[in-house]
């Protein structure tokens, strides 16, 4: 039996395949059902009503294409993920504008992006994005305020983290300043 190729099915069915949301949308989920969740919620956070909706919206007839089984959690991930998943959303949300869509647009958008967070490689890359000008482009259109912040290009999933810490007042680092940090090359570095 042939393997499905989830990104591909997902990118049949977009509503725009050139839309960096949608990108981002399709990353997301297909990372997660190619690890091997084909019988739970490929975003954490989002219930399976909200899975149907995205799916729905922005890739109609997928569900059924990809055969989801979107009624139960599987393969759930360590009950940290979910605190770090849902700070990341506040993170997000909170800076959300509210002219790019509705609540549960900006909803679905911002646990797609906390979901990326939590895998190895760069934001973009973990989202399948072909670039990290794809991703400040959906960070710019959906969280404008928080992209802007980001004056020195920091690399986005160290920007995120860094964020939390500052709105918790935790501060990791021990450089007086990034300019002076032994790791700025990981956090400003080429991708």
């Given at each position: 039996m042939t393997k499905m190729n989830f990104h591909s099915t997902l990118?049949?069915?977009?509503?725009d395949d050139d839309d960096c949301t949608v990108l981002t949308l399709a990353g997301a989920i297909s990372s997660t059902l190619e690890e091997g969740n084909v019988h739970g919620l490929p975003i954490i956070g989002l219930d399976a009503n909200e899975t149907r909706w995205l799916l729905a919206h922005w890739f109609p007839g997928a569900?059924?294409?990809?055969?989801?089984?979107?009624?139960?959690?599987?393969?759930?991930?360590?009950?940290?993920?979910?605190?770090?998943?849902?700070?990341?959303v506040a993170l997000l949300e909170a800076h959300a504008d509210p002219s790019a869509g509705t609540p549960i647009e900006v909803r679905c958008v911002s646990h797609a992006l906390a979901c990326g967070c939590l895998k190895d490689k760069h934001l973009w890359?973990?989202?399948?994005?072909p670039s990290r000008a794809a991703l400040l482009e959906v960070l710019r259109y959906w969280f404008p305020m928080l992209a802007e912040k980001n004056v020195h290009g920091?690399?986005?999933?160290?920007?995120l983290y860094k964020q939390l810490c500052e709105r918790d007042a935790l501060y990791v680092c021990r450089a007086p300043s990034c300019s002076v940090c032994p790791s700025f090359g990981d956090c400003f570095g080429p991708e």
């Open positions: 990118m049949r069915h977009a509503v569900e059924y294409a990809l055969s989801l089984e979107l009624n139960r959690e599987a393969n759930a991930p360590d009950p940290m993920y979910y605190d770090e998943v849902e700070e990341l890359q973990n989202l399948r994005l920091m690399k986005w999933k160290k920007f």
